[in-house]
């Protein structure tokens, strides 16, 4: 295996794992490594129940051979020998980001570029000190990344604009797809359309104006069906005779009505522990595990959906 | 036919046709009725082909029979005579709302409910002078009908209580799905939601955080595929390991330190104009008819695999 088909999966929790399974099922050779022996002893066979599943999807073939390809190691500096590209998916913080990322700074070749799956701290916050921080940028999947293909590609300040490139070309290569930002900003675009939504979900919620089954129901059986194979600009464009700009035309005055001063959120710690037991009410807490399964098998016969219509592109 | 089986569908456009199919395709007869001779003449040859869609995507069968329950009528008060339910989907503006309602209020029977289809404007806002305005409301769907289920049932102040069960009782009867407002907001749940993530998304591409494409492939490779059968609610209740309490916990700090003030919109002309370029040069006008075909031809594959996953309840 040539340096250019090797991989190193930093972090190996579940984002992380999914991370090995997207690059190892295209051929990549993946060294994976978590700096807890008890996560790093759980790949191998969470890999391979991944793999059972996405074949009985359709998705792969050949699951032996993908699993081969997935190296667990025991050391940082093992993981990253004579790989091109890391992805790091460590804890979520500003500190663990710093200190794997000073890590990776010291043990990464010349030429190695490392994207972190950070989903809304840009990298700017936890690169600054790295010597080799032209390299290092965000590399944002949805979990699991194995079952959604979008990943956020987002350069701090000072990240080369060649190693960008580089990484948008492996994501596509690998069946992902790169989505590119021309420079940081909290939340990223993923997290912040997200986060929109949620808010004025919330809102909503704490008015009383719906349930949250209800409102649950007006994206799952509404506006998430559009949204899975096009996207809010695509939408609008189709929906009036003229295109977007028609719509615009429109629409523009109800959506600007709408618009609340000052902007929803945070969320009030009252209204979750409400949205929580009527979350539990439809879903015990003993069947969260069960439920999140079940999204994942549902994603995966989703993904060999939008593949047999050839939506994946 | 007895009473209780028949149904008017009042604007026989895009919107009211797929409503006709809606209804005849549960068993339901249909009266249709629009005040143009020619959006009229057009009902009957749209259904049928249609039908070979649904049925080519193992949606429906016996399209004959689904066709035959579908009478074009050419009065309103021909349309209404007899049925326990009007649908009405008239162009979206107080005034032919107004109109269309003070037009029906004369006609109906004495027990006859109207559902309209407005997308945002609240049902006090055409129904106040109406002698039966207790029993009109709105029922709002997703465009095409018959192939996205949610209804938004949003009662006026005056609506009676049992008219709007009523309504949400033969929605969930001829396969739909409905979500009850508990009272009137402008722009319903739907639009509000759509209407936050359209704001900031056009806020993002205003600022030249990422194209047109990208933001929309963040959503059709990201986002959307969780939400076509979770809503907002469920997908972070299975994103944190102790469900909503615990995502709100670890996450509500990220989303609130996005939050923008003043919130985004109106949508800026210069930005529409240049959004309709990039979206031109992906999609010429010229091909949006044929694109609408391949959304629908979609959404009806999409619904045919929602209901072999048991997803659409």
């Known amino acids: 295996m040539t340096a250019d088909r090797k991989i190193a999966v930093v ?3 579940l984002v ?3 991370w090995a399974l997207v690059f190892a099922r295209a051929g990549y050779s993946v060294q994976a490594y978590d700096p807890s022996a008890e996560v790093r002893g759980r790949l191998t066979s969470w890999a391979e129940k991944s793999l059972h599943e996405l074949e009985s999807a359709g998705l792969v073939s050949e ?11 025991d050391t940082l500096a093992d ?5 091109f590209y890391v992805q790091e998916s460590v804890y979520e913080t500003v500190q663990a980001k710093t200190e794997v990322s000073l890590a990776l700074d010291a043990v990464i070749g010349s030429d190695t570029i490392v994207g972190s799956s950070s989903s809304g701290i840009p990298a700017s916050q936890f690169t600054s000190e790295c010597s080799n921080r032209e390299r290092f940028m965000i590399a944002h999947p949805v979990n699991p990344p194995h079952l959604v293909p979008v990943v956020e590609i987002v350069p701090a300040p000072w990240t080369l604009e060649p190693a960008v490139e580089r990484v948008s070309d492996l994501m596509r290569d690998v069946g992902q797809v790169p989505v590119r930002l021309t420079r940081e900003i909290d939340g990223f675009v993923l997290n912040r359309l997200q986060g929109v939504l949620l808010n004025e979900a919330w809102a909503l919620y704490e008015e009383g104006i719906a ?17 899975s194979f096009m996207g809010p600009f695509e939408t609008i464009d189709l929906n009036a005779p003229g295109g977007i700009e ?12 709408m618009v609340r001063t000052p902007p929803p959120g945070p969320w009030a710690d009252e209204v979750i522990r409400k949205a929580a037991q009527e979350r539990r009410a439809i879903l015990p807490a003993d069947e969260l595990a069960e439920r999140r399964a079940w999204r994942d098998a549902v994603l995966g016969r989703l993904a060999a959906f939008k593949k047999s219509q ?4």
Chains 1, 2 share one sequence.
Do not use: K, M, N, P
């Open 310 to 313: 050839h939506l994946t592109d």
């Open 63 to 73: 699951s032996g051979d993908i699993l081969s390809r997935i190296s667990v190691l």
């Open 246 to 257: 028609d719509y615009a035309a429109r629409l523009r005055g109800l959506y600007a009505g």
């Open 211 to 227: 349930s949250l089954a209800d409102i649950d129901a007006t994206i799952a059986h509404g506006l998430g069906l559009r949204w």
């Open 79 to 83: 993981a990253v020998d004579g790989v």
């Open 16 to 18: 992380g794992s999914g």
């Open 11 to 13: 972090g190996a929790g």
